[in-house]
Every structure is written in C-alpha cells, then in structure tokens.
C-alpha cells in the first residue's frame, strides 16, 4: 500500500499564487507516476499533472503555462506550484500515484479557493 498526504493549498486572490505538496509513504517502490488531480463542487474529477518517474510531464490544457509540477524521488515527493490562479481553479485537490502495476493511489485532497 501508498499513503499520500498533501499539504499547502488555502486561500488566494484571483492573481496569485500557491503550492502544493505531496508525500508518499509505505510501498513507495511500486510508484512510477505521482501528480495532481481537482474537483470542484457538482464537477468531475479531473487530470491537473502529473510526472512520470522518467520526469515526463502532462498536463491539463487549462493550467500550462501556470502550473508547474515537480518530483524530488528521494524524497518521494510531488510539487504542484500554481501561479496566476484564477477563480474557476477552485476545487479540492488530490494527490495521485500510480504504481507500477497500474495501482492508483490517492490522498485525500486540499482545498485551493481563489477569490476574485
């Protein structure tokens, strides 16, 4: 088994920034992607970004160019930094792993709420 458990999010204005961190804990050699997904109130989970182990990227279309997501592997750590973040980027956000076997893995989210 992996625990993931996230830290950072709150509250911003429409502009700002925030980060986001996620550790993984437990059969941590079975993970080769970790990232990001968001799901705001009555909406579908959705694909933020994610890096695989071999550090390839993907993200949603809606966050190039303001989101970054990194990988620190011995820390078995994803980052998920967020500038310019607007009010439709609000949402609870979950940390994702997958392993090698195609095992998912998710913590259990924080909330990012941007003002306007």
């Known amino acids: 088994q992996v625990q993931l458990v996230e830290s950072g999010g709150g509250l911003v204005q429409a502009g700002g920034s925030l980060g986001l961190s996620c550790a993984a804990s437990?059969?941590?050699?079975?993970?080769?992607?970790m990232g990001w997904y968001r799901q705001a109130p009555g909406k579908q989970r959705d694909l933020v970004a994610t890096m695989s182990r071999g550090s390839r990227t993907n993200y949603a279309d809606s966050v190039k160019g303001r989101f970054t997501c990194s990988r620190d592997i011995t820390k078995n750590t994803v980052y998920l930094q967020m500038n310019n973040l607007q009010p439709e980027d609000t949402a609870v956000y979950l940390c994702?792993?997958?392993?090698?076997?195609?095992?998912?893995?998710w913590g259990r989210g924080t909330q990012v709420t941007v003002s306007s």
């Open positions: 437990g059969s941590i050699l079975r993970i080769n992607t």
């Open positions: 994702y792993a997958e392993g090698n076997s195609g095992q998912t893995y």
